[in-house]
């Protein structure tokens, strides 16, 4: 079963930047995806990346600002943020899906997530 452990997230003032990481074993094997979910708001849907790393970014606000990558070599899924924002304050997620691509994503494996605060 795969253990997915997000780590990366951090305090950071407003316009900074943050990567965030997603490893477990066998993890290139796997679609993944990043969401997010601040207090009192629902989650969100941020991006996927397929296992040959084609990639799709869901939320708006993320265009132009998050990048998703993957190093299949060390079974990990980064989450580079720049310019982040108070609003982009939340914990965040990474899940799997064992679909070949974004398009029929179905995750059923989620990390236990990381907290990005951003303020002054």
């Known amino acids: 079963q795969v253990q997915l452990v997000e780590s990366g997230g951090d305090l950071v003032q407003p316009g900074g930047s943050l990567t965030l990481y997603c490893t477990a074993s066998?993890?290139?094997?796997?679609?993944v995806g990043w969401f997010r979910q601040a207090p009192g708001k629902e989650r969100e849907e941020i991006s996927c990346i397929s296992r040959n790393r084609a990639r799709s970014t869901y939320l708006d606000s993320a265009r132009g600002r998050f990048t998703t990558s993957r190093d299949n070599t060390v079974d990990t899924v980064l989450l580079r943020m720049d310019n982040l924002q108070p609003e982009d304050a939340a914990t965040y997620y990474c899940a799997t899906s064992g679909t070949a691509n974004c398009y029929n994503r179905r995750y059923d494996r989620w990390g236990q997530g990381t907290q990005v605060t951003v303020s002054s």
């Open positions: 066998r993890l290139h094997e796997y679609t």
